[in-house]
């Protein structure tokens, strides 16, 4: 079964929680409506984006950008220090902090979360550790060095004297201010992650992998070459090496990277088991059905099954600030309806419109938008009722209804078997007008049936004869930004 992960703003989360039941809340304590509503809406993994502790060195950095200020101002006016916690990305320590629960309360939420069978999913953030981290003043060797100071280092006083540490950073932007860059060029950098890894794979059953492609070897070197290192020997790549050690001690163990130019591939030949589909969300969030089109039906399939399928999460603007009802509807059925992981945001689910800073620890909140909500609610209690996410898949390739009709190419439709004979198909038309298509089905014993088909998310039921499914295809007309999910099952 393809996973489907819910990713949670834990600070934002419990907060909300402490205010709505008029005592304090941390992760030892959540109410068991929480479990219950996950277990319902068929989530399989819990992600608790921004669990571990951070530090005042960073909290001060993202009290002092005034361009983070800013944003906070328009998220939550009125703002005051106390709301700013500094990012979750410039992490203290690997452990999380007590307001949010401890130790203790993560222990326990686990065990909960596996008592109503799902799993929990944390943060690591392989590429640097927040200047609040202490292998800054006490393992200097571990990062990216320089002999003098530059605008990407920062000096840090240590038991041999001052260094000139980098800041971390991704090699087309600023460097991150808040943090310190690891060095993937030494063996005692990878060894120490490989370590830090096997301890979080003890608290937890899968990592969401920051910026995962930022470490790899030809990545990092060139990201550094102007820090070069004497006589150091090349690693091995530390994804393949640390991947092998940690599945070998924790089977099943997930691993999932944030990843973006092109590397998906290369990730998850060294191991990940998902890798997000940034090219999915950047042709839905933009309404070009075409491009998305063309990215399905041209990927191999095995890189489809190992997508991370979303449209929105910590980093993206809200899907609901740039999609219609309508559009929102049939980009959802495509992320859901698709093998690989189903990956949903928090706030998603009720067409909340405000993306919220990683450094705030509160946020205003935003009444329900009733049509989205009922169309996550539609969607995510009729899909366990179906082959899709379980059974065995096929993209289709939808052909032109007549000689001169362009609109196949804004169709997706993906078959799903699991209970011979019948079957089911999600059909979405992502074009703002009517698209028709032929698809050719590839159920096996088509010919040897009348089929009813049903459309479980709307009243549409149809009669089609299987000789003539098999020898012209299923023919489809959507109306614009139609999504449809059609259960088929022989005729009595």
């Not at 005051?80 to 990305?89: I, K, N, Q, R």
């Not at 943060?123 to 990216?144: A, I, K, M, S, Y």
């Not at 009922?374 to 899909?383: N, P």
């Amino acid at each position: 079964m393809f996973p489907v992960l819910y990713e949670i703003n834990t600070r934002c989360w419990l907060a909300e929680l402490t205010a709505q039941s008029g005592h304090p809340v941390s992760l030892g304590n959540v109410p068991d409506q929480q479990f219950n509503l996950w277990q319902k809406l068929g989530f399989t993994h819990i992600w608790l984006m921004g669990a571990w502790t951070t530090g005042p060195l960073a909290r001060g950095e993202a009290l002092s950008h005034p361009s983070l200020r800013q944003s906070y101002s328009e998220v939550l006016p009125g703002w005051t220090e106390v709301d700013v916690s500094g990012s979750p990305y410039a992490i203290a320590d690997y452990t999380i902090a007590p307001l949010l629960g401890g130790e203790e309360g993560l222990k326990s939420f686990r065990e909960k979360l596996h008592g109503y069978g799902l799993k929990l999913v944390l943060d690591f953030v392989p590429n640097h550790v927040g200047v609040d981290h202490p292998w800054v003043g006490r393992r200097p060797e571990l990062f990216v060095q320089s002999p003098m100071q530059t605008p990407e280092t920062f000096a840090q006083e240590t038991s041999s004297g001052k260094v000139w540490l980098a800041h971390g950073k991704d090699p087309y932007f600023a460097a991150w201010t808040d943090t310190a860059q690891l060095d993937y060029r030494r063996a005692e950098t990878q060894a120490a992650m490989i370590e830090l890894l096997h301890s979080l794979a003890k608290r937890c059953d899968g990592v969401r992998c920051d910026m995962a492609m930022l470490v790899l070897s030809d990545v990092f070197a060139r990201t550094w070459e102007r820090f070069p290192l004497a006589n150091q020997p090349p690693q091995a790549e530390f994804w393949q090496t640390a991947i092998r050690a940690i599945k070998s001690a924790q089977t099943g163990f997930l691993f999932l990277a944030e990843a973006y130019w092109g590397l998906e591939g290369h990730l998850l030949g060294l191991g990940f088991d998902y890798t997000y589909d940034k090219t999915l969300y950047d042709g839905l969030s933009a309404r070009d059905a075409g491009g998305v089109y063309h990215h399905l039906v041209e990927c191999r399939p095995e890189l489809i099954e190992e997508g991370a399928h979303f449209l929105e999460n910590h980093d993206e603007p809200r899907i609901a600030s740039l999609l219609s009802p309508a559009e929102h509807a049939a980009a959802a059925l495509v992320v859901l309806g698709l093998p690989g992981m189903r990956f949903l945001h928090e706030g998603q689910l009720s067409g909340a419109k405000r993306r919220v800073p990683v450094q705030l620890r509160r946020r205003l909140s935003e009444p329900p938008q009733p049509e989205i909500a009922a169309i996550y609610d539609r969607l995510l209690t009729t899909l366990p009722r179906t082959a899709v996410g379980s059974g065995k898949w096929e993209l289709l390739r939808p052909s032109a209804a007549w000689p001169e009709n362009p609109t196949a190419q804004n169709l997706v439709v993906v078959q799903w078997e699991a209970n011979a004979p019948e079957f089911d198909l999600v059909v979405v038309n992502l074009a703002p007008h009517p698209s028709q298509c032929y698809v050719s089905l590839t159920v096996p014993g088509l010919e040897s049936h009348e089929w009813l088909m049903k459309d479980l998310l709307g009243d549409a039921l149809y009669e089609r004869p299987g000789k003539t499914l098999k020898s012209r295809g299923l023919y489809l007309d959507l109306p614009a930004h139609g999504a449809q999910l059609f259960h088929l099952r022989p005729k009595p």
